[in-house]
């Protein structure tokens, strides 16, 4: 059984500090990672694609993805209110369809 | 770009009654859309994946013939919910991938806005 493991929180961050979330999961094979934000009876919506080692940086995220690991994680920097949604960390395989998706880690960042 | 439009966003109906609902992707063609439905405080959980022109592949435990899905077109998938019962309640959403990534497995999904279903 292929998972993919978050906490499920709650994180809770002052605003303007440093949000960290983590995910790791199980299948070595897998090739392509994402995080989605979820707001309350929202449908998820895509914040970062990585797909090799390292840090990728869009504006205040930063996605980090180690393989050998086999954890990814995202940090949101000078934390909004407005971020306090579930994230989700999602894992494709190499040549596979699906996508599997963590529980999600429920985060809120006090004004 | 990316846009995936799904209909109703809700819809209450009764216990044995039937529910079909629409995922269309409105700027690009998706061959492949996938289907999920979500409990509340749980995560998505995939139900079945819907092919154009051939068969829908379901998730283990997910019963073909209680949803029911289409996919006639390249923009087009629909998932139909057969006589609906109260534990079918749920948010159901739906998502393709643009395939503008070589893979196209390697893109990311996007997604419909969800349908919640309540089943009285």
């Known amino acids: 059984q292929k998972e993919v493991e978050q906490n499920s929180g709650p994180l809770s961050v002052p605003e303007g500090a440093i949000a960290s979330l983590n995910c790791t999961y199980s299948d070595r094979v897998s090739q392509s990672f994402f995080w989605y934000r979820q707001y309350s009876g929202k449908s998820p919506e895509l914040i970062m694609s990585i797909y090799s080692n390292g840090d990728k940086e869009d504006g205040r995220f930063t996605a980090q993805l180690n393989k050998a690991s086999q954890y990814v994680s995202l940090l949101i920097r000078d934390s909004q209110p407005s971020d306090s949604a579930t994230y989700l960390c999602?894992?494709?395989?190499?040549?596979?369809?699906?996508?599997?998706f963590g529980a999600g880690t429920r985060l809120f960042v006090k004004a | 770009g990316a846009v995936v439009s799904q209909h109703p966003s809700w819809v209450i109906c009764k216990s044995g009654t039937s529910v079909k609902i629409e995922c269309r992707s409105l700027d690009f063609q998706a061959t492949t859309m996938f289907w999920y439905r979500q409990f509340p405080k749980q995560s998505l959980m995939l139900m079945a994946t819907?092919?154009?022109?051939?068969?829908?592949?379901?998730e283990q435990g997910v019963e073909k013939d209680k949803f029911l899905i289409n996919h006639a077109s390249l923009t087009l998938s629909t998932l139909t919910v057969t006589s609906a019962h109260p534990e079918d309640s749920s948010f159901y959403i739906c998502?393709?991938?643009?395939?503008?990534?070589?893979?196209?497995?390697?893109?990311?999904?996007?997604f419909g806005n969800g349908t919640r279903l309540t089943v009285t």
């Open positions: 819907s092919n154009e022109g051939s068969k829908a592949t379901y």
């Open positions: 999602a894992v494709s395989e190499d040549g596979g369809f699906k996508t599997i």
């Open positions: 998502s393709a991938r643009t395939g503008q990534s070589v893979p196209e497995n390697n893109s990311p999904l996007h």
